[in-house]
């Protein structure tokens, strides 16, 4: 299943198989054991590809709020959340993740969003 970030919060819709960034974090998907790797966009233009299981305090810790984000977006930020993929164990992200850094920058985005 794909995630995309919604506009606001509020928005809470599930249709075609893809569920809004509200819709997501208003589910009791969110507390399940599941993964999610997800694309950022840096202030510079730059891609970042990684996994969490909390993506909401990931993206907090890219942006600075929080303690424990990664060197490479500490001097890119704000950053911000292109798309995100669920899926069902550390492992199956991990492997996903592999596969989009190994693809060149214009074909990452399409990559996830068809995964």
Known sequence: M???????????ELSGG???WGALMASPLRHEAIWYVYLLECVDGTLYCGIAKDP??????????????????AGRRPVHLLTSTICNS??????LERKVKSRPRNEKLLFLESA
């Open 2 to 12: 794909r995630v995309t970030p919604a506009g606001s919060p509020a928005g809470c």
């Open 18 to 20: 893809h569920m809004t």
């Open 56 to 73: 909401y305090k990931r993206l907090a810790q890219h942006n600075g709020a929080l303690p424990g984000g990664p060197r490479y977006t």
């Open 90 to 95: 550390k492992s199956e992200a991990l492997k």
